[in-house]
C-alpha cells in the first residue's frame, strides 16, 4: 500500500518485488500529482461509484481509474520516466 511518502508491505521478501514497488510508486506519482488528500478523495469516490455499478468488491477495485493505470503498467519499469503528467485521467471510460 502506498501512503505518500511510504509504502508498506505485508512482509519484507515484498521489498524484491519489482512489480510490486512499481504499482505503489505509480500510485506515488498519482498522490503527488492530486497533492495527497484528493487523491484519497478521488480514490474513494471512483471505488464507490464502481461498487454501486458492479455491486462487487474486486471489480470495484480493479475499476478504480489509480488502480488500472497501475495494473496496466507495473511490469513495464520504465514507465515512470516516460509517463505524462496526469495519465490516470486517460483510464476513465465508459462501462
Avoid: C
Amino acid at each position: 500500500m502506498a501512503m505518500f511518502p511510504f509504502i508498506f508491505l505485508k512482509t519484507k521478501d515484498l521489498k524484491l518485488d519489482k512489480r510490486i514497488i512499481n504499482h505503489e510508486l505509480i500510485h506515488i506519482r498519482q498522490q503527488l500529482e492530486l497533492l495527497i488528500i484528493p487523491f484519497y478523495l478521488l480514490y474513494f469516490l471512483n471505488y464507490l461509484a464502481n461498487w454501486i455499478y458492479y455491486r462487487d468488491h474486486y471489480l470495484a477495485y480493479r475499476n478504480i481509474v489509480f488502480e488500472r493505470e497501475a495494473f496496466e503498467n507495473d511490469l513495464k519499469p520504465g514507465y515512470l520516466k516516460k509517463r505524462r503528467f496526469a495519465s490516470w485521467v486517460n483510464y476513465f471510460r465508459q462501462v
